[in-house]
C-alpha cells in the first residue's frame, strides 16, 4: 500500500551513498510490536536489490546492501609492500572513524573507512584512502599529473629561440591580416610553403643545413621578391644585406641592352654616381 507523506523523503532514481531508490515508498510492519514504517525497493553498486527502511536511506544510516563491510575487510588484506599505482604501502591498513556531517540528521554519523601510509615514486608520504587506490581514483601525490601534462602540452621546446620567432613573424606576415607587413606579404599573394607552414621542426633543419648560426643575425631573404616562402626560394642573410636588396628590389629598373641585364644601381656604380 503506497501513501502520500507531508515530506517526501525520496524519490524514484534519487542515489544515497551505494544505493539507487527503485521504487515509491511502501508501508511495511516491522518488530515484535508491529510497527508501521515505509519502505522502499533499492540496487546496490554491486547490483543487489534490496528492501530498505525510508528514513535510514535518506539519514544515511543505511549506506548500503552489506557489501561496503565485506570491502571494508577485503581492503584490510592489504599489507605493507604492496604497491597500487605509484604508491608503496609503507605500512598495514587500518580502520578510520571519520564523523559525516548531515544536516538532514539530529547525530552526526561515524563511517569506518580503511586508510594507509603511503609513499610516492617522487617521495612524497602521507595517509590515504585504501579504496581511493584501489579503485583507480588515487594513483599519485599529483606528481606524476604535472608530469602527464607536461608531456602532453611539451612540442618542440624552440617556443623561446630566435629562429621560433622568424617562422612565426613569417607566418604573421603571411597570414594575419592585422599584421603590419601583411599588405606587402600576404596581401600580394605570397604564401609560405605546407611543410614549413605546418612543422616548424622542417623549417629549422633547413635553416640549419643552410647556414643559419642562433643570435648571428642572419634574416631569410626570398631569391625572388615576388615568390613564395620556399626552400628552393629562400636564403640566409645578413640584416645590411637584406636591406640592400629590398631596397635594390624596390628601386632597380632593368635596361635591356644586347641580349645583356643591367640593373640600374650597377650602371650608376660604373659611372661614379652614388645610389640612393
Known amino acids: 500500500m503506497s501513501y502520500k507523506p507531508k515530506k517526501k523523503l525520496t524519490t524514484v532514481g534519487q542515489i544515497f551513498n551505494d544505493l539507487t531508490i527503485l521504487s515509491e515508498p511502501y508501508s ?29 536511506v535518506s539519514n544515511n544510516l543505511k ?16 599489507k605493507k609492500g604492496d604497491k597500487l599505482g605509484y604508491w608503496t604501502l609503507i605500512d598495514n591498513p587500518y580502520v578510520r572513524e571519520t564523523v559525516a556531517k548531515d544536516s538532514r540528521r539530529k547525530k552526526p554519523h561515524i563511517r569506518k573507512e580503511a586508510w594507509v601510509k603511503v609513499q610516492c615514486v617522487c617521495g612524497k608520504i602521507k595517509d590515504n584512502k585504501l579504496n581511493m587506490m584501489v579503485y583507480g581514483k588515487s594513483k599519485s601525490c599529483s606528481c606524476k599529473i604535472l608530469e602527464m601534462l607536461h608531456e602532453k602540452n ?46 616548424f ?25 615576388h615568390g613564395n616562402y620556399c626552400p628552393e626560394n629562400c636564403q640566409w642573410v645578413t640584416r645590411s644585406e637584406n636591406s640592400r636588396l629590398q631596397t635594390a628590389s624596390r628601386d632597380k629598373q632593368i635596361f635591356e641592352l644586347k641580349d645583356r641585364v643591367i640593373y640600374l644601381e650597377n650602371l650608376l656604380k660604373q659611372n661614379n654616381i652614388n645610389f640612393i
Open 201 to 225: 621542426m622542417v623549417f629549422m633543419k633547413w635553416a640549419y643545413v643552410n647556414g643559419y648560426k642562433e643570435h648571428s643575425g642572419l634574416t631569410i631573404d626570398r631569391i625572388d621578391v
Open 63 to 78: 549506506l548500503s546492501c552489506g557489501c561496503r563491510k565485506e570491502r571494508l575487510k577485503k581492503f584490510t588484506n592489504y
Open 28 to 56: 511495511v510492519t516491522t518488530g515484535l510490536d508491529k510497527r508501521k514504517l515505509y519502505a522502499v525497493k533499492c540496487q546496490c553498486k554491486c547490483g543487489k536489490i534490496i528492501e530498505a527502511i525510508e528514513n535510514r
Open 154 to 199: 611539451k612540442t618542440h621546446r624552440q617556443s623561446k629561440t630566435v629562429l621560433y620567432h622568424k617562422w612565426f613573424g613569417m607566418k604573421g606576415r603571411c597570414y594575419d591580416k592585422t599584421n603590419h607587413g601583411y599588405k606587402t606579404y600576404g596581401g600580394r599573394g605570397i604564401i609560405i610553403c605546407d611543410e614549413w607552414k605546418n612543422d
